[in-house]
């Protein structure tokens, strides 16, 4: 079966640089989230798309975008780099749409392994 | 505000031995999910179980089995004649339904579990 798919798998960057995380979810999945682990931690929520809107932020700083186009791949947009930016970044993709109750159940991609120097 | 504690960090066991993970949850919500996934040392996150607040049947899938608690708050998940390939962090997740609740995660802080040859 498909799985959610993340490009660069791995990305270094310098410190004020600018990087773009790709997430492609899975067919026919109308959600995707986005989420931040660093070295040793669990993962930690930044941002999700509904059909293409935002629908919840959690802790993403203000110099990190995202959107989700027409076909339902998202990007993470990331500018101004700092050293405590370096961490594997997750995208998940869930299917909302008939879900009852909110009991989707969200599918992570590899990650994207970001390393600021 | 919900919160998910897995109190043990760390645990070691040697091959064929049987090992429960611990997870304690917290939530004012009346509806919720909960989750399993396992993150090998490559680094995805692999889903493996979702269990709803309102089914408290505990299941067993080949050597995985759970164990939900609610008059506890506990989701434990036990894997049975382990074996070396079940070595990775091993993180519980949380997610609620209560109106305007987002639908992101709530992970754990992780348990790192090591099967010894």
């Known amino acids: 079966a498909a799985g959610v798919i993340q490009s660069p798998r791995h990305l270094i960057k310098e410190k004020r640089e600018t990087a773009t995380l790709k997430c492609y979810p899975i067919p026919r999945h109308d959600t995707v989230y986005w989420y931040q682990q660093g070295p040793g931690q669990d993962p930690q929520f930044l941002i999700s798309f509904y059909e293409k809107m935002q629908s919840d932020k959690g802790s993403i700083p203000d110099r990190f975008s995202a959107q989700q186009f027409s076909d339902y791949h998202s990007e993470l947009n990331m500018s101004s780099l700092e050293l405590g930016d370096s961490a594997l970044y997750f995208c998940a993709s869930s299917l909302v749409r008939g879900s009852p109750r909110n009991q989707e159940t969200q599918y992570f991609g590899p990650g994207t392994r970001l390393l600021v120097l | 505000a919900q919160k998910v504690t897995q109190a043990q960090t760390e645990i070691s066991v040697v091959e064929k031995e049987d090992v429960t993970l611990d997870c304690v949850y917290e939530t004012r919500d009346t509806t919720y999910y909960l989750f399993w996934y396992k993150q090998p040392p490559s680094g995805e996150l692999v889903f493996l179980i979702r269990?709803?607040?309102?089914?408290?049947q505990n299941e067993i899938s080949g050597r995985y089995s759970w164990n939900f608690q609610k008059s506890t708050s506990s989701f434990n998940f036990t894997i049975t004649a382990s074996q070396v390939v079940d070595s990775a962090v091993y993180f519980c997740?949380?997610?609620?339904?209560?109106?305007?609740?987002?639908?992101?995660?709530?992970f754990g802080s992780g348990t790192q579990l090591t099967v010894l040859p």
């Open positions: 269990r709803n607040s309102f089914d408290e």
């Open positions: 997740a949380l997610k609620t339904v209560s109106s305007g609740s987002a639908r992101q995660l709530t």
